[in-house]
């Protein structure tokens, strides 16, 4: 008893440490399957993994372990996805970017991928990333070969640092930026390139 206790602490502490209602913790604490006390022990791990100097990474792969370890039904598939799309706190008076994991290997689990997640309000473009958690929450999009941090930068959200699976900086912003900038500029170079040709052709008649 007093080991639920305990988890119901710090459920409680993390609800009020990121004042966020989609923060799944407890629905992954309700799931059914996997071995008695299964769920409650692996809610309690997930908690850390939504602190703002956690690697993204952990966060996809307990949302694997999730499926994998609660027996795979629709609620630790639904807890898992909630998990996936929640925001993960970022304090921008330490940082001026949240981390996001750019391994395109996770998550692994089909059901979980093509699914981005929430970012903070205050970020710059983060409309852009929130509407696409909500849309991709619901119905996810083709991420074969892609991380989430591809995704967003995709959908044409930047502000971000991206990060490995082994916590290493993989250009972040930055390469965000750059990604979004060659598209940019391959579309000014072929407009340049067709204009170019109805030269060609005006001149040669």
Known sequence: MDRYILLSVLFTAAA???NQ??????AIADVQGGAP????TIAGETISTLLGAADP???????????????????AVAA??????????????NADFPNICADATLPATQELRGITPLVDPALD????????SAQTKAAPINAVGKSIADLLVEAGFTSFNGADAAGGATGGAAAGGAAVG????????DNVAADNNCDDEENSR
Request: proline share 2%; with cysteine; hydrophobic share 50%.
């Open 16 to 18: 009020a440490r990121f």
């Open 21 to 26: 209602e989609q923060i799944p913790i407890q």
């Open 37 to 40: 006390g299964a769920a409650a």
């Open 57 to 75: 990474c952990d966060k996809l792969a307990q949302a694997d372990k999730i499926v994998s370890e609660l027996g795979g039904g629709a609620d």
């Open 80 to 93: 898992a996805i909630g998990l996936v799309a929640a925001e993960q706190n970022f304090n921008n008076f």
């Open 125 to 132: 473009g983060a409309e852009i990333a929130n509407a696409l």
């Open 182 to 189: 060659d598209a940019a500029a391959n579309a000014t170079n």
